[in-house]
């Protein structure tokens, strides 16, 4: 007998589109939302700008960096703990950044320091964030 299609072959094959079709559109959504509204961008800008400075700092140095732009950022996208903004990673080199509820943008630095005393203070007319630059610590 010659079976020109089951129903259920059919259902199921266009159950399969349906589902990565909306899986596709939810990521193309979330990607633009994020792109709209300025995080990703200034991730981005505050990444590049902190790791330039770090990499061109030497130990002793104390450094602060205007950053009312991304607290307003971070703020408007609902992150309530402004400490999560910036994140530093002696062990890795590495600097995160996160402005909305995704992922972090990380950058690493190349400068071979421990990033000490990381404070932000909030206030008006804005927000500063300050840190020193250390001698790395050698694990033993």
Known sequence: MNKRGD??????????YIILAVVFTIGMFLFV????????IFEQYYASEITKAINMAQP???????????????SNNKITDFNQIFSFFN?????????????????NYYNNVDI????????????????????????S
Request: proline share 1%.
């Open 60 to 74: 002793g140095d104390k450094v602060s960096i205007d950053v009312q732009k991304a607290t307003e950022i971070a």
């Open 33 to 40: 939302w994020q792109q709209s509204n300025g995080a990703a």
């Open 7 to 16: 129903i259920s072959d059919v259902l199921f094959e266009n159950a399969i």
């Open 91 to 107: 062990s890795k080199n590495e600097l995160c950044i996160k402005l909305s509820r995704g992922r972090a943008t990380c950058m």
């Open 116 to 139: 000490l005393n990381v404070n932000m203070k909030y206030g008006i007319p804005g927000s500063v964030l300050y840190f020193e630059i250390g001698e790395k610590v050698r694990a």
